[in-house]
């Protein structure tokens, strides 16, 4: 019988092998994604900007990619509960987040949450939604003067819908009821549709949004929009004043988009979803689309993206501890 001797020599030799094995099979995986559908999670109901935005992106993917990409819309908690969905899926390439703004000030308005910063990654940057402050056409007041008077006068001050506890309408409303120096609710609602029931039925005064599901009810004069709560006036509608041009210099805020990924997602396809999505932001139709739905075309990349984002984290930071704000 012949003597088989096992060397160490041997013994590196099989793991090499099996180690070179293993990654030629992850590579050509990594190289075949997407080999099935993809989910794209979306933390607002149907019907707003994200949602919108979203959906448009998705059907180009499928289109680019030739494979299915769904979107789910996860509502609820200020957008926490998408955050958590995508954080504890696992990291095959097949569950990406389209994340919004309240992000970055969970933690701040919540404290200690049921997911960490270092369980998601960021991809690619998308857009920007500039917030307009509006009324219904039925409100006993025309002007942002006017509605600050009116909340004033009312022993509860004024009541403000968002689509969100600690969604960027949430926090503008604050700045603006503190700025204003007037007392104020604000009520989240599951996304946009909601908010805009509740100001048609006048049961409250205002909200902040972006413009995409707004602009139908401005067109057909069911609202009146006060002002934008953008540094400069927006190209989207420049009519309206900003916020700062009518004293309120620290009303300030914006929706924004982008997507992010289970932190353990390969690199190879987040770098692969990252090109998709700066492919079709430059290209014109998409961008057209998505300019057409009142939003700002901001491609960036997964650094770029996280550096917004941590930069996006200690801005709000700060204003929500300075103003004592708590998300409920």
Do not use: C
Not at 21 to 30: G, L, P, W
Not at 65 to 87: H, M
Not at 214 to 243: C, D, H, M
């Amino acid at each position: 019988m012949a003597r088989f001797e096992v060397t160490r020599r041997t013994v590196l030799g099989t793991i090499a092998a099996s180690v070179a094995a293993s990654s030629s099979f992850t590579a050509r995986a990594e190289d075949a994604w997407p080999s099935r559908m993809v989910r794209l999670i979306s933390p607002y109901g149907p019907g707003g900007s994200n949602d919108i935005s979203l959906r448009l992106l998705a059907e180009e993917f499928g289109r680019s990619l030739r494979q299915q990409f769904i979107v789910e819309n996860k509502p609820g908690a200020g957008t926490r509960i998408a955050n958590d969905l995508v954080a504890h899926a696992p990291g095959d390439g097949y569950t990406f987040l389209y994340v919004a703004a309240p992000y970055a000030t969970a933690e701040a308005l919540f404290g200690k949450l049921t997911y960490e910063r270092k369980d998601l990654q960021p991809v690619a940057m998308v857009v920007v939604a500039p917030l307009f402050l509006i009324i219904s056409a039925d409100a006993p007041f025309k002007t942002l003067p006017a509605l600050i008077a009116y909340g004033k006068a009312k022993p509860d001050g004024l009541t403000f819908a968002s689509p969100g506890a600690g969604s960027q309408p949430h926090l503008a409303g604050e700045l603006l009821f503190r700025d204003a120096g007037v007392k104020g609710l604000n009520i989240p609602f599951r996304g946009d549709a909601a908010s805009y029931t509740e100001l048609l039925a006048g049961r409250v005064d205002a909200t902040l949004t972006a413009l995409p599901t707004a602009l139908p009810y401005i067109q057909s004069g069911k609202f009146t929009v006060l002002g934008v709560a953008s540094p400069e006036r927006s190209a989207l509608y420049p009519q309206a004043p900003t916020l700062r041009e009518q004293g309120f210099p620290n009303v300030a805020a914006a929706g924004w988009y982008g997507f992010m990924a289970p932190a353990t997602t390969p690199r190879a396809v987040v770098d692969k979803l990252q090109a998709e999505v700066l492919r079709a932001l430059a290209e014109p139709p998409i961008k057209d689309k998505l300019t057409a739905q009142g939003l700002e075309v901001r491609p960036g990349s997964a650094a770029e993206f996280g550096e917004f984002i941590d930069n996006e984290t200690q801005k709000w930071t700060k204003l929500i501890r300075d103003a004592g704000l708590k998300g409920e």
